[in-house]
């Protein structure tokens, strides 16, 4: 079975019934799909409700979160708190400079962040965490509340960072465009394939021209991973799937 750790399937230019069919035919059985905002979540919800295969993550994307009011990120937490038997992931979240937002921004992103941090850590539930330049700062927050379940998405921190997110127990997910780029090739090579899981992403990052990108690229992140560690691929697979267990451990009978 292969696994997504990483998607937006509402944001897929085609009907979600549709893209998991094409999964499901690949054999990826298991798709977390991430909440980035309020009104989001609650789509992710239902369309996990209608798919065993789509595992929903709640979150909060960092720069959808300067948008908001402190009232209405206290009421998103509350959502989750209340619907935590249906919600198996906290993520989107994360810290982003991308539009520096060092100034306008990102002491209320860091707050943000640490607040659904605790929420995962409380819940018992992974954190999948989003970063982009501003990798140190996540690791920090993420080590000073001791959060234990934790998935970096496409880390793209220097590998002195990706040594230290090693150290503490946490995951990498690959994204399936490893196929070119040398960055995540790097981090393949650098990290124990125990650390590693694979995500798409998608819509974006595609592998292909072809887009938008979907779950079903999934393999190829498993391929790549494969070539480059000198396993099989059912091999790959294996460990793999047994990684993602062992952070969705708790994961419901009628899911996967
Ligand atoms: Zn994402």
């Known amino acids: 079975m292969y696994v997504d750790v990483h998607c937006h399937l509402d944001m897929i230019d085609r009907p979600v019934e549709e893209v998991v069919e094409n999964a499901r035919k690949k054999n ?8 980035v905002n309020p009104a989001n979540n609650w789509v992710v919800l239902k369309i996990a409700e209608k798919f065993k295969e789509v595992i929903p993550a709640l979150g909060m994307y960092p720069l959808d979160c300067l948008n908001l009011k402190d009232e209405e990120i206290d009421a998103e937490l509350d959502f989750i708190k209340k619907n935590k038997d249906k919600v198996f ?4 979240i994360g810290l982003d400079l991308k539009e520096d937002s060092r100034e306008k921004g990102f002491e ?7 607040k659904f941090v605790l929420l995962g850590i409380k819940l018992k539930k992974p954190i999948i965490v989003h970063s982009r330049k501003a990798e140190l700062d996540v690791i920090e927050i993420l080590e000073s509340l001791e959060a234990k379940k934790v998935i970096m998405h496409c880390f793209s921190g220097k590998m002195k960072l990706v040594d230290r997110v090693v150290k503490n127990g946490w995951f990498l997910s690959i994204p399936a ?22 995500e798409t992403d998608s819509p974006y990052l ?14 190829e992140s498993y391929k790549k991973i494969a070539e480059i560690k000198g396993l099989s691929l059912k091999k790959v697979e294996e460990i793999i799937e047994e990684n993602f267990k062992k952070l969705f451990r708790y994961i419901a009978e009628d899911k996967i």
Request: hydrophobic share 35%; proline share 7%.
């Open 28 to 35: 990826v059985k298991a798709i977390v799909t991430q909440g």
């Open 89 to 92: 992931a906290i993520g989107e």
């Open 108 to 114: 209320k992103q860091k707050d943000v962040f640490s």
């Open 177 to 198: 465009n490893v196929k070119y780029s040398q960055q995540f090739q790097d981090v393949v090579k650098r990290v124990p394939i125990e650390s590693l899981l694979c």
């Open 206 to 219: 595609s592998p292909d021209k072809e887009f938008p990108n979907k779950p079903e690229n999934v393999v």
